[in-house]
């Protein structure tokens, strides 16, 4: 019975605790600067991005690509690097990219 | 001469002290390990003690399978369950095997073969057989998502066994009911016409309200953009990003309804199971 009892289980969901769990950069934070933006993220995760469809063709997401970025390379270096993420963020070029069998989306890891 | 002399000492040493495990001393060391949750230890014993065998029951490839179907391996369980169905000559145990065999295609997620398997029931004149036959059915429609069939089934269940007042046939329903309500097209309509409404029906207040906010915002920079530019500068500016929030809001309000009804569907599943838990042994 335990077995079948494992076919149909749907657990609540519980968002507000999800978005530091998901993502790992959130709270990887050595100075007041990075708590800012990784606070940014939160606020732009939880209230901007959450009402929105399946926009990026990235993964990770262009948001927490940006947020990597600026932890290891700095503010100014990252945000640049956040930037050019965003205007390659179109799909006009998927022979670049592997795909993620998982997400169905094009893997991009920031890579130093 | 020292070395032959110990390697001699040795062998007669072992022949005195070592047996070899017979047939039955092989299956109830696997029988053993499989009440201490030792799948793989019982899987090796009873493969060993079948090979070594003249001839095996019916009632070992059950067991077989058993353990198969214990550790997860339904493809293999089902397989020892139906060598176990052919050599068996009771109909009651032929009965038993197919229960069990309709069980591991439930745990495949294969609910079409499971209720072929059902059809081999022969329950003509065995009225628990027949109910037994008859929960099982019913559940696996309700797995299946045929939810027409399934009502059928439950309701002859629920007449033969006559238990209309039980506790979890009650929760079962009320989870039942609150499932059917909710309308996942109505929830996404809402939210076309008014912003978040369709999150707000199904209780998503935060996001119901969130999707208000962030549209309703919108809207205003659409019009402030008209009042300071032109129409034209609103529509390429703003109206991309409107649309864009206005869809994921409406979109989000459809998959929370259906969200919300496999919620419901998994709590009337799970009291199913506890109508009459004895049924699935």
Redesign the interface.
């Known amino acids: 019975m335990e077995l079948l009892s494992e076919l149909r289980e749907v657990k609540e969901k519980k968002e507000p605790s999800k978005i530091k769990d998901k993502y790992e950069a959130v709270n990887q934070n050595t100075n007041e600067l990075q708590m800012l933006f990784s606070g940014l993220f939160i606020g732009y995760k939880k209230f901007i991005s959450s009402q929105d469809a399946q926009n990026c063709s990235f993964t990770p997401s262009c948001s927490e690509y940006a947020l990597q970025a600026v932890k290891q390379q700095g503010v100014l270096r990252g945000m640049l690097n956040g930037f050019d993420r965003l205007t390659r963020c179109n799909s006009l070029s998927p022979e670049k990219y592997e795909l993620d069998p998982e997400t169905q989306l094009l893997k991009d890891p920031l890579t130093l | 001469m020292q070395k032959i002399l110990f390697v001699l000492a040795i062998s007669l040493f072992s022949s005195w002290s070592v047996f070899s495990q017979n047939v039955e001393e092989t299956y109830q060391f696997a029988e053993e390990q499989l009440k201490l949750g030792n799948y793989n230890n019982s899987l090796l014993a009873f493969e060993r003690a079948i090979f070594f065998e003249d001839h095996t029951s019916a009632d070992t490839y059950t067991k077989l399978a058993d353990v198969y179907f214990a550790a ?1 391996n339904q493809e293999r369980a089902i397989r020892f369950y139906d060598i176990a169905y052919f050599s068996e000559n009771d109909p009651d145990l032929k009965n038993v095997i197919i229960f069990k065999k309709s ?1 591991a295609y ?2 495949l ?1 294969n609910y079409d073969q499971a209720l072929i398997s059902l059809t081999s029931i022969n329950s003509f004149q065995n009225k628990t057989v027949a109910q037994k036959k008859t929960f099982y059915k019913t ?1 696996t429609y309700y ?1 299946k998502g045929d939810f027409a069939s399934y009502h059928e089934q439950l309701s002859q269940y629920t007449a033969d066994q006559n238990i209309e007042g039980k506790d979890e046939l009650l929760l079962h329903n009320k989870w039942e009911k609150k499932a059917a309500k909710i309308k996942p097209n109505l929830a996404m309509w809402m939210s076309v016409v008014l912003p978040g409404s369709g999150q707000i029906l199904y209780g998503d207040w ?2 119901g309200l ?2 208000l906010a ?1 549209t309703t915002g919108l809207i205003a920079l659409y019009i402030n953009y008209i009042d300071q530019f032109s129409l034209i500068e609103a529509y390429l500016v703003v109206f991309p990003w409107f649309e ?2 206005h ?3 409406y ?2 309000a459809k998959e929370n309804a259906e ?1 919300k009804i ?2 419901y ?2 709590k009337a ?2 009291s199913l ?1 506890k109508l009459h ?1 004895a049924m ?2």
């Open positions: 997860g069980l439930l745990q997620e559940l797995l935060q996001n969130n999707s962030l864009r929030y869809k994921g809001g979109l989000r969200e496999d919620l569907r998994s599943y799970q199971l838990p699935l042994k």
